[in-house]
Protein backbone atom coordinates (compact mmCIF):
# COMPACT_ATOMS: atom_id res chain seq x y z
CA UNK A 1 0.00 0.00 0.00
CA UNK A 2 0.92 3.80 0.04
CA UNK A 3 3.16 5.05 2.39
CA UNK A 4 2.29 8.49 2.39
CA UNK A 5 -1.93 8.14 2.74
CA UNK A 6 -2.77 11.93 2.20
CA UNK A 7 -6.58 13.02 3.04
CA UNK A 8 -9.11 14.18 1.94
CA UNK A 9 -8.49 13.87 -1.79
CA UNK A 10 -10.43 16.84 -2.94
CA UNK A 11 -11.92 20.07 -0.58
CA UNK A 12 -13.92 23.30 -0.91
CA UNK A 13 -14.26 25.97 1.60
CA UNK A 14 -15.89 29.11 1.44
CA UNK A 15 -13.48 32.26 1.28
CA UNK A 16 -12.68 33.13 4.99
CA UNK A 17 -13.40 29.34 6.82
CA UNK A 18 -10.44 27.15 7.03
CA UNK A 19 -9.65 23.59 7.51
CA UNK A 20 -6.79 21.14 8.09
CA UNK A 21 -5.33 18.50 5.38
CA UNK A 22 -3.70 15.35 6.70
CA UNK A 23 -0.81 13.24 5.30
CA UNK A 24 -0.46 9.46 7.42
CA UNK A 25 2.42 7.46 7.20
CA UNK A 26 2.96 4.12 7.25
CA UNK A 27 6.60 3.60 7.93
CA UNK A 28 8.70 5.85 10.36
CA UNK A 29 9.54 9.32 8.19
CA UNK A 30 12.37 11.65 9.24
CA UNK A 31 11.09 14.85 7.75
CA UNK A 32 8.24 16.25 5.69
CA UNK A 33 7.58 18.82 3.15
CA UNK A 34 4.61 20.77 2.05
CA UNK A 35 3.86 22.39 -1.20
CA UNK A 36 1.00 24.24 -2.97
CA UNK A 37 0.81 23.40 -6.69
CA UNK A 38 -0.51 26.02 -8.15
CA UNK A 39 -2.91 26.65 -11.88
CA UNK A 40 -0.20 27.20 -13.40
CA UNK A 41 1.71 23.70 -12.10
CA UNK A 42 4.55 25.31 -10.26
CA UNK A 43 5.27 23.73 -7.01
CA UNK A 44 5.55 26.01 -4.17
CA UNK A 45 7.60 25.15 -0.51
CA UNK A 46 5.52 25.65 1.88
CA UNK A 47 6.95 24.19 4.65
CA UNK A 48 9.82 21.45 5.67
CA UNK A 49 9.51 19.85 9.03
CA UNK A 50 11.93 17.23 11.14
CA UNK A 51 9.13 17.87 14.28
CA UNK A 52 7.37 20.38 15.63
CA UNK A 53 5.00 23.07 14.21
CA UNK A 54 5.95 25.75 12.05
CA UNK A 55 3.67 28.72 10.98
CA UNK A 56 3.36 31.00 8.28
CA UNK A 57 1.12 34.09 8.03
CA UNK A 58 -2.53 31.95 7.44
CA UNK A 59 -0.59 28.23 7.64
CA UNK A 60 0.44 25.79 10.30
CA UNK A 61 1.85 22.79 9.95
CA UNK A 62 2.66 19.89 12.76
CA UNK A 63 4.85 16.71 12.11
CA UNK A 64 4.68 14.21 15.02
CA UNK A 65 7.18 11.43 13.70
CA UNK A 66 5.95 9.17 16.42
CA UNK A 67 2.39 9.20 15.92
CA UNK A 68 3.28 9.13 11.82
CA UNK A 69 1.19 12.10 10.83
CA UNK A 70 1.61 15.61 9.71
CA UNK A 71 -0.93 17.99 8.99
CA UNK A 72 -1.31 21.30 7.06
CA UNK A 73 -3.80 24.33 8.57
CA UNK A 74 -5.36 26.81 6.36
CA UNK A 75 -7.13 29.70 8.00
CA UNK A 76 -9.20 32.60 6.15
CA UNK A 77 -8.85 30.70 3.14
CA UNK A 78 -8.51 33.21 0.53
CA UNK A 79 -9.65 33.03 -3.42
CA UNK A 80 -5.66 32.18 -4.57
CA UNK A 81 -5.52 29.49 -1.94
CA UNK A 82 -6.68 27.28 -4.47
CA UNK A 83 -4.45 24.05 -5.99
CA UNK A 84 -3.33 21.05 -4.97
CA UNK A 85 -1.91 20.59 -1.68
CA UNK A 86 1.11 17.81 -1.30
CA UNK A 87 2.87 16.18 1.36
CA UNK A 88 6.23 14.77 0.64
CA UNK A 89 7.77 12.51 3.23
CA UNK A 90 11.61 11.63 3.96
CA UNK A 91 11.86 8.05 4.76
CA UNK A 92 13.98 6.59 7.56
CA UNK A 93 15.40 3.66 5.34
CA UNK A 94 17.12 6.27 2.47
CA UNK A 95 18.77 9.69 2.99
CA UNK A 96 18.17 10.89 -0.10
CA UNK A 97 14.27 10.14 -1.22
CA UNK A 98 11.25 11.67 -0.47
CA UNK A 99 7.75 9.58 -1.03
CA UNK A 100 4.55 12.13 -2.77
CA UNK A 101 1.36 11.80 -1.24
CA UNK A 102 -1.84 11.90 -4.28
CA UNK A 103 -2.69 15.37 -2.92
CA UNK A 104 -5.39 16.98 -1.74
CA UNK A 105 -7.22 19.14 -4.22
CA UNK A 106 -8.88 22.32 -2.56
CA UNK A 107 -11.12 24.80 -4.34
CA UNK A 108 -11.48 28.37 -2.38
CA UNK A 109 -15.16 29.41 -3.11
CA UNK A 110 -15.88 33.32 -2.74
CA UNK B 1 15.77 31.94 -3.33
CA UNK B 2 16.61 28.67 -4.89
CA UNK B 3 16.91 28.15 -8.37
CA UNK B 4 15.91 25.33 -10.79
CA UNK B 5 15.34 25.67 -14.19
CA UNK B 6 14.34 23.56 -16.98
CA UNK B 7 14.57 23.27 -20.42
CA UNK B 8 12.51 22.78 -22.85
CA UNK B 9 9.45 23.96 -20.93
CA UNK B 10 7.59 21.99 -23.61
CA UNK B 11 8.06 19.10 -25.92
CA UNK B 12 6.24 17.05 -28.93
CA UNK B 13 8.05 14.35 -29.62
CA UNK B 14 7.79 11.01 -31.83
CA UNK B 15 7.52 7.47 -30.95
CA UNK B 16 10.81 5.99 -31.04
CA UNK B 17 12.14 9.22 -30.80
CA UNK B 18 15.45 10.20 -28.38
CA UNK B 19 14.48 13.08 -26.30
CA UNK B 20 16.44 14.57 -23.60
CA UNK B 21 15.20 16.89 -20.77
CA UNK B 22 17.35 19.15 -19.41
CA UNK B 23 17.51 20.73 -15.59
CA UNK B 24 20.03 23.63 -13.82
CA UNK B 25 20.15 24.32 -10.57
CA UNK B 26 22.15 27.23 -8.94
CA UNK B 27 21.54 25.91 -5.27
CA UNK B 28 25.00 24.22 -5.00
CA UNK B 29 23.04 21.55 -3.69
CA UNK B 30 24.34 18.36 -3.87
CA UNK B 31 21.29 16.35 -4.28
CA UNK B 32 19.03 16.23 -7.90
CA UNK B 33 16.12 14.40 -8.95
CA UNK B 34 14.00 13.98 -11.41
CA UNK B 35 9.88 13.18 -11.17
CA UNK B 36 7.00 12.60 -13.35
CA UNK B 37 3.28 13.38 -12.52
CA UNK B 38 0.35 11.87 -14.06
CA UNK B 39 -3.41 12.28 -12.95
CA UNK B 40 -4.17 9.97 -9.81
CA UNK B 41 -0.45 9.18 -8.88
CA UNK B 42 0.94 12.45 -7.54
CA UNK B 43 4.77 12.83 -8.03
CA UNK B 44 6.83 9.89 -8.67
CA UNK B 45 10.71 9.44 -8.74
CA UNK B 46 12.04 8.26 -11.67
CA UNK B 47 15.91 9.13 -11.26
CA UNK B 48 18.10 10.79 -8.37
CA UNK B 49 21.81 11.85 -8.11
CA UNK B 50 24.04 12.57 -4.98
CA UNK B 51 26.70 14.22 -6.89
CA UNK B 52 28.46 14.95 -10.30
CA UNK B 53 28.72 11.64 -12.27
CA UNK B 54 26.75 9.69 -10.20
CA UNK B 55 22.52 8.75 -10.94
CA UNK B 56 20.81 6.48 -8.92
CA UNK B 57 17.74 4.65 -10.21
CA UNK B 58 14.31 5.16 -8.40
CA UNK B 59 10.50 3.79 -8.25
CA UNK B 60 10.31 4.27 -11.76
CA UNK B 61 12.95 4.38 -13.44
CA UNK B 62 12.18 1.94 -17.08
CA UNK B 63 12.59 3.62 -20.37
CA UNK B 64 15.02 6.49 -18.72
CA UNK B 65 18.30 7.38 -18.16
CA UNK B 66 20.06 10.29 -16.22
CA UNK B 67 23.51 11.90 -16.67
CA UNK B 68 24.86 14.00 -14.27
CA UNK B 69 28.07 15.80 -15.64
CA UNK B 70 28.45 18.40 -12.99
CA UNK B 71 27.29 19.60 -10.26
CA UNK B 72 24.71 22.26 -11.61
CA UNK B 73 23.31 20.09 -14.77
CA UNK B 74 21.02 16.92 -14.82
CA UNK B 75 19.66 15.48 -17.76
CA UNK B 76 16.76 12.96 -18.33
CA UNK B 77 17.41 10.80 -21.29
CA UNK B 78 14.24 8.79 -23.01
CA UNK B 79 16.34 6.77 -25.49
CA UNK B 80 13.07 5.55 -27.59
CA UNK B 81 10.03 7.20 -26.66
CA UNK B 82 6.64 5.77 -26.30
CA UNK B 83 3.50 7.50 -25.71
CA UNK B 84 2.89 6.64 -21.87
CA UNK B 85 5.63 8.46 -21.23
CA UNK B 86 3.69 11.45 -21.95
CA UNK B 87 3.63 13.45 -18.99
CA UNK B 88 4.62 16.67 -17.07
CA UNK B 89 8.24 16.04 -15.93
CA UNK B 90 9.44 18.09 -12.52
CA UNK B 91 13.34 18.32 -11.61
CA UNK B 92 14.32 19.67 -7.98
CA UNK B 93 17.66 19.55 -6.09
CA UNK B 94 17.97 19.47 -2.43
CA UNK B 95 20.33 19.72 0.04
CA UNK B 96 21.63 16.31 2.23
CA UNK B 97 19.62 14.97 5.11
CA UNK B 98 19.51 16.56 7.63
CA UNK B 99 18.39 20.37 8.17
CA UNK B 100 19.33 21.10 4.31
CA UNK B 101 17.48 18.29 2.64
CA UNK B 102 14.25 20.50 1.77
CA UNK B 103 13.96 20.18 -2.26
CA UNK B 104 13.33 22.74 -4.71
CA UNK B 105 11.47 22.00 -7.78
CA UNK B 106 11.80 23.61 -11.64
CA UNK B 107 8.67 24.83 -13.33
CA UNK B 108 8.16 21.70 -15.25
CA UNK B 109 8.50 20.23 -18.81
CA UNK B 110 5.44 18.78 -20.64
CA UNK B 111 6.53 16.44 -23.05
CA UNK B 112 3.75 14.44 -25.54
CA UNK B 113 4.71 11.47 -27.60
CA UNK B 114 2.77 10.75 -30.27
Known amino acids: GDQVEQSPSALSLHEGTGSALRCNFTTTMRAVQWFQQNSRGSLINLFYLASGTKENGRLKSTFNSKESYSTLHIRDAQLEDSGTYFCAAEAGTNAYKVIFGKGTHLHVLP | EAAVTQSPRNKVAVTGGKVTLSCNQTNNHNNMYWYRQDTGHGLRLIHY???????EKGDIPDGYKASRPSQENFSLILELATPSQTSVYFCASGGDWGPYAEQFFGPGTRLTVL
Open chain 2, 49 to 55: SYGAGST
